[in-house]
């Protein structure tokens, strides 16, 4: 990579030497790109830089906010859904993989969790839940974990009137079939709810009607929770952490 100009989000800023950070950058032009820049440049805010080098590590310079940033303060709830994605992204994706689909996504939902101010005073997060779990949708079919409500893990299509439990290296299993006890026994992670088959038709239209995020979110967030803890292997994140700590804090108060 040589002075190549990029569009992108800092998710990831560690010290390094007196005056300079490691920073891991979602660009546009590039997905995930690690470099070494100058210190103090925000998160949350769209940035341009220039990028080079021929080792993974590249050297960033020039680095401003972008014409089309508005600095505005995070806090609260929408801190920690935006420290979230930063932390699953930076540990999922590969590095210099061009995602412009999934950066796309991942700006407008930026944007819009901004935009919600003080949920705390509001009380009301589902419109924060829908940014995530719609960024969440984008993200598996990056990386090749798109749920499937359509048909099951046998293929057959999904009946409207079974019940079925979630498997995610398999996708949709039949509450009485075998397969369950097979999976189980292979060390699987088979979902501790049960599934209508029309509540999965419905919400494999989602993408396509906004107002089903908003009618099935509680499922939309376990399903998706289970999706997400086999990517990353079933190791915790501090970004979540932190959360529910903070909705801890907030509750016993």
Not at 89 to 96: D, M
Not at 161 to 166: G, I, L, M, P
Not at 175 to 201: F, M, N, P
Request: charge should be positive; proline fraction near 3%; include cysteine.
């Amino acid at each position: 990579m040589k002075n190549q100009r990029l569009t992108g989000y800092l998710l990831h800023t560690r010290p390094y030497q007196e005056k300079r950070a490691i920073y891991q950058l979602f660009s546009h032009e590039f997905g995930l790109v690690h470099g070494v820049g100058a210190r103090g440049m925000p998160t949350f805010v769209l940035l341009e830089l220039f990028a080079g080098g021929k080792n993974e590590l590249k050297t960033f310079s020039q680095i401003q906010l972008s014409a089309r940033s508005v600095l505005k303060p995070v806090m609260g709830q929408v801190q920690y859904a935006l420290l979230y994605m930063n932390e699953v992204l930076s540990r999922l994706l590969p590095l210099e993989s061009p995602c412009p689909t999934l950066w796309q996504v991942y700006h407008e939902e930026v944007i819009a969790l901004q935009a919600l101010g003080n949920l705390e005073a509001s009380g009301n997060t589902r419109h924060l839940k829908v940014s995530l779990r719609r960024f969440e949708r984008a993200l598996f079919d990056e990386l090749g974990a798109s749920i499937d409500f359509i048909y099951d893990a046998v293929g057959k299509k999904i009946d409207a009137e079974a019940y079925y439990r979630f498997v995610p290296e398999m996708g949709f299993i039949l509450t009485t079939s075998s397969i369950i006890h097979q999976a189980q026994s292979e060390g699987k992670k088979v979902s501790r709810v049960s599934y209508l088959g029309c509540d999965l038709l419905l919400m494999g239209r989602a993408d396509g009607d906004e107002k089903i995020y908003y009618q099935k979110i509680e499922e939309f967030g376990q399903l998706q929770r289970d999706v997400m803890n086999y990517l990353l292997d079933y190791k915790p994140l501090h970004s979540r952490k932190l959360w529910q700590q903070s909705l801890f804090y907030q509750q016993s108060s």
